[in-house]
C-alpha cells in the first residue's frame, strides 16, 4: 500500500476544496470477536489439552470488557476483569487430532477462576498441582474411557498424558515453543471426518472428565481461591461478512460457524454473544468491473478520508447495543 501523498488541487477559495463527503465510499463487516459461557469441556467436539498457558497472547482490554459484561448476567456476583485476565487457556478446538498435526489457532477453551487476583499462568507450584493432579488423571480415563484404543496391547500407555516435570523446566527455561497434548476425537466414517453417530459418547466422556476436574479441585488442599470454576469459549478469528446482512444474520452466520466446533447443548441459554465491526473508508480504485468483495477489501485502513468505527454486540434476538467512536 502506497504512503504516498497526492498533489493537492489548487484552489481559489476555500469553498472550492472538495468535500470528503463526495469521495465514493464502501463498507466492510467484521466479527471480531465471539464468545459463549459453557456448562462442561462437553461443549467442544475436538479438543487439545493445552500444558503451556503462559504462551498465549492474553485477551485484550477490549475483549475482556465484553466478556465481563456478558459474565455479569450469568455468575451471581461481578467478575472482575482481572480475574478474565487471569483465566487458564484449556484447549483449542481446531486441530486434527486423528492425524496429529496442529491447524493454528481456533476458538479457545478458558478455565476462569472468579476469586483468583493474580497471574497464575506462571505459577509453577499451582501449574504442576493443576495439570497431574486435576487434569492429568482425568485425561487418562478419557482416553481409557473411549474405546479408541486397545488397552490390551499397550496402545493405552501410548495414549497416557506425561507428568509435568517436563513443561514446567520448559517454563523456568523460557522457551517459547508451545506443549500440547490431545483429548480423544471420534470420527465416523460414514459421516465424512466428523464425529457423526459418536457425539453422544464424546459429550458423555468430556463431560465426565470436566466433572472429574471439578470435583478433585473442591476443597483441594491450598486450592481455596480457585473453588467455582467457570468455561469460557472464545473465538477471536475474524470473519469478513456481507454489509447487508441485518444483525439477526450476522448472528446466525457466526452461529453456524460455530456448530462446526462446539456442541450447543453445552453452551449456557443466552450467553453467546458475537461483536461486529463496522468501517466505513474510502475506496482505493472502484473500477466497474472490479467486483464487490476486492471493492471491500481494497479500502485504505490505515489513511481513509473518512472512518467510523463501531462496535456492536449481537446476542439471540439480534438484539445490539452500538458504541460509535468518531
Known amino acids: 500500500m502506497s504512503t504516498s501523498n497526492p498533489i493537492p488541487i489548487p484552489v481559489a477559495h476555500e469553498r472550492d476544496i472538495p468535500s470528503i463527503a463526495t469521495i465514493a465510499v464502501a463498507k466492510r463487516c467484521v466479527t471480531k470477536l465471539s464468545f459463549a459461557v459453557a456448562t462442561s469441556m462437553a ?17 485484550s482490554e477490549d475483549d475482556i470488557r465484553h466478556i465481563a459484561k456478558c459474565l455479569s448476567v450469568y455468575k451471581d456476583g461481578v467478575i472482575s476483569n482481572k480475574a478474565i485476565y487471569n483465566a487458564l487457556f484449556f484447549g483449542e478446538t481446531d486441530r486434527d487430532v486423528q492425524h496429529n498435526e496442529y491447524t493454528g489457532p481456533g476458538p ?12 497464575i499462568r506462571r505459577d509453577a507450584s499451582f501449574l504442576a498441582v493443576w495439570h497431574d493432579e486435576l487434569v492429568l488423571p482425568a485425561f487418562n480415563t478419557a482416553w481409557r474411557d473411549s474405546g479408541l484404543v486397545e488397552t490390551s496391547v499397550g496402545s493405552f500407555q501410548r495414549k497416557q498424558g506425561r507428568p509435568s516435570t517436563g513443561f514446567i523446566a ?67 478469528g475474524r470473519s469478513y461478512l456481507d454489509c447487508n446482512y441485518s444483525p439477526q444474520e450476522v448472528y446466525q452466520s457466526v452461529a453456524r460457524d460455530w456448530d462446526i466446533s462446539f456442541d450447543s447443548r453445552y453452551v449456557v441459554p443466552g450467553s453467546f454473544k458475537v461483536v461486529v465491526e463496522d468501517v466505513l473508508g474510502t475506496v482505493r480504485r472502484a473500477q466497474k468491473d472490479v467486483d464487490k468483495e476486492e471493492v471491500d477489501m481494497a479500502m485504505d485502513m490505515l489513511s481513509v478520508d473518512f472512518k467510523r468505527k463501531a462496535e456492536i454486540e449481537l446476542d439471540a434476538g439480534g438484539r445490539k447495543e452500538k458504541r460509535a467512536r468518531g
Not at 461443549?43 to 485477551?59: C, D, F, G, I, N
Not at 479457545?108 to 497471574?119: C, G, K, M, S, Y
Open 108 to 119: 479457545q477453551l478458558f478455565v476462569l477462576f472468579p476469586h483468583v487476583r493474580r497471574d
Open 170 to 236: 520448559h517454563l523456568k527455561a523460557g522457551r517459547r515453543y508451545m506443549v500440547r497434548d490431545s483429548w480423544p476425537a471420534w470420527y465416523d466414517s460414514s459421516s465424512g471426518r466428523v464425529e457423526g453417530k459418536f457425539s453422544d459418547k464424546r459429550a458423555h466422556v468430556f463431560d465426565e472428565a470436566w466433572k472429574s476436574i471439578t470435583g478433585m479441585l473442591k476443597d483441594y488442599p491450598g486450592l481455596h481461591e480457585f473453588q467455582d470454576p467457570m468455561l469460557i469459549v472464545v473465538d477471536r
Open 43 to 59: 461443549v467442544a467436539k475436538r479438543l487439545t489439552w493445552e500444558q503451556t498457558p503462559w504462551l498465549l497472547h492474553s485477551l
